[in-house]
């Protein structure tokens, strides 16, 4: 079936580095896609999230791009802190599918000193 | 405000036991929830969607007979995992839609249900 995965499943990113969590998803009709982080044996945060008619939209210190085109997800963060330090997980939604969310597998953010 | 909170946090339960958990929205009505069930390192894998007032919708291999959920109200649904067995250890979670939104879901922060 379709599902939407990512790249790396564990980036390590000094502190004060910008960080790039990428997600490629596969259902060309999903049409709005969130960014949620996860602290360990807590439940997701919503983070930023994006419609298919944008590209591109900004949060306080976190940007997500949307290229449909190879249809590629990704969340940058700026000026990475030690708080950061998660698992992040994209998600997607389809029209007609009542908004379930389809979940990426995650990657697992490391802020070192 | 958005708030969705889970009862109890975490739980042990012994095989063949049935456990319930608690999932409610603290400030709007939730008219769909959903369950969640994540394992270690794993990514959140969707259980069933329930609509308050009306039976849950199972996602395909998830047991309803196992798993029931109840929604009868619009702050508060149950997830009662039956004759439980240690593959069911795992963390569920629950989200809360409310009426009129579209794709905002809020998410509870989880219960870590261990099964001996």
């Known amino acids: 079936g379709e599902s939407v995965g990512l790249h790396l499943p564990t980036l390590s990113v000094q502190e004060g580095d910008n960080s790039i969590i990428n997600c490629a998803y596969s259902?060309?009709?999903?049409?709005?896609f969130i960014w949620y982080k996860q602290e360990s044996g807590k439940g997701p945060q919503f983070i930023i999230d994006i419609r298919s008619n944008m590209d591109k939209r900004q949060g306080q210190r976190v940007t997500v791009l949307l290229n449909k085109t190879v249809k590629h997800l990704s969340l940058q963060i700026a000026a990475t802190q030690p708080g950061d330090s998660a698992v992040y997980f994209c998600a997607e939604t389809t029209p007609g599918t009542a908004s379930k969310l389809t979940f990426g597998t995650g990657t697992r953010l490391q802020v070192t000193l | 405000g958005a708030v969705v909170s889970q009862h109890p946090s975490w739980v042990i339960c012994k095989s063949g036991t049935s456990v319930k958990i608690e999932c409610r929205s603290l400030?709007?009505?939730?008219?769909?929830m959903f369950w969640y069930r994540q394992f270690p390192k794993q990514s959140l894998m969707l259980m069933a969607t329930s609509n308050e007032g009306s039976k849950a919708t199972y996602e395909q291999g998830v047991e309803k007979d196992k798993f029931l959920i109840n929604h009868a109200s619009l702050t508060l649904s149950t997830l009662t995992v039956t004759s439980a067995h240690p593959e069911d250890s795992s963390f569920y979670i629950c989200?809360?839609?409310?009426?009129?939104?579209?794709?905002?879901?809020?998410f509870g922060p989880g219960t870590r249900l261990t099964v001996t």
């Open positions: 259902n060309s009709a999903s049409d709005y």
């Open positions: 400030d709007f009505q939730a008219t769909t």
């Open positions: 989200s809360a839609r409310g009426a009129g939104k579209a794709y905002e879901q809020y």
